[in-house]
């Protein structure tokens, strides 16, 4: 893949595509090879982190969970898989030519990319979400900022992808975990946000937090709604039961939203509780991709090298002979 190396254009590789109306995309380019790659391990990791999410029972033989190691051990792994697709956006992509860039199947295109990088780092922040749940150390103000946070990855996730052909089962089917995800990340948010303005002295404060946590209660409804047309979409997919962040939030957001806007509303005049959601706080994100680099060129691949092994080669030869 060197500039000017021939070698770039020489063989043609294939590989099969899950989220494009083709079947398998064909390019005789070394760089759509390393695309391909990087994104391989991307869903190689995926896979790694979400059989590590998976309960398991314990030594005790108390009900299955998920360990705060085997949590931490994710976290990684996708900001890991989230390096892979940097790279892959940053450093590869720009490698392409224009005309091979339109031909590129869409599990490649930059908007796919993109949208998996940030997935990536939303799913990490969510399972950091759900270790603040279970730490009796973390502040409301604490698993806000994180609720926020992952809005604001799974919102660019969502305009990543909004646009692109994803029109097979797969496609449509991520499309829908976009969506779904990014709906869960709201009401999260709005939880918390409502929690925190339910804690201020003022009128003003108790009718914004009634409607924070009114806005909560609507996009979890609108979360389960979203989640059964995933399960729904083809290749048709089991509904689990809720774990991590959303089976805590399953209880508390119905139950505090019902008993703080009945309070709230006693206390004051319809007037004083806002009809519409005040804004979340807009906080920077902390998760980042790993620096991943791609390894240097082998020894092996220097022409020189090549053409000295070739030399030594006839050399042999002719002694030989």
């Known amino acids: 893949m060197k500039d000017g190396s021939q070698l770039q254009h020489k063989v043609q590789f294939v590989w099969v595509n899950q989220e494009d109306d083709a079947e398998e995309t064909a390019m005789s380019n070394a760089w759509y090879e390393v695309l391909s790659i990087l994104h391989l391990m991307a869903m190689l990791s995926f896979s790694q982190a979400n059989l590590l999410l998976l309960p398991r029972t314990s030594a005790d033989g108390y009900q299955p969970k998920v360990t705060e190691e085997s949590r931490r051990a994710s976290i990684d792994i996708f900001i890991k898989a989230a390096g892979y697709l940097d790279c892959a956006v940053r450093h590869v992509h720009p490698q392409l030519p224009t005309e091979l860039k339109r031909n590129l199947p869409v599990d490649l295109a930059e908007g796919v990319l993109r949208a998996l990088c940030l997935q990536a780092l939303g799913q990490g922040v969510d399972i950091q979400l759900g270790m603040a749940i279970d730490s009796t150390k973390a502040t409301l103000a604490v698993k806000r900022r994180l609720a926020c946070e992952m809005v604001k990855y799974w919102q660019q996730a969502q305009d990543n992808i909004m646009n692109l052909p994803l029109l097979n089962g797969w496609g449509e089917k991520h499309r829908l975990f976009v969506k779904w995800k990014y709906v869960e990340a709201k009401a999260a ?38 989640c059964d047309a995933f399960h729904a979409a083809p290749p048709l997919s089991r ?64 022409m020189e090298h090549m053409n000295k092994g070739q030399t030594g080669s006839n050399q042999l030869r002719n002694d030989r002979r």
């Open 189 to 226: 948010a709005y939880y918390y946000h409502g929690l925190i303005l339910d804690e201020g002295n003022t009128e003003k404060f108790h009718g914004m937090a009634v409607a924070a946590l009114q806005a909560a209660d609507e996009y979890f409804k609108e979360s389960k709604k979203a």
């Open 239 to 302: 509904n689990p039961p809720l774990w991590g962040t959303m089976k805590y939030l399953s209880e508390k957001i119905p139950k505090d939203t019902s008993s703080k806007v009945r309070i709230n509303r006693d206390l004051y005049s319809h007037e004083k509780i806002m009809e519409t959601a005040p804004t979340l706080p807009d906080f920077a994100l902390a998760l980042k991709p790993d620096e991943y680099q791609l390894p240097p060129v082998d020894p092996s691949w220097n």
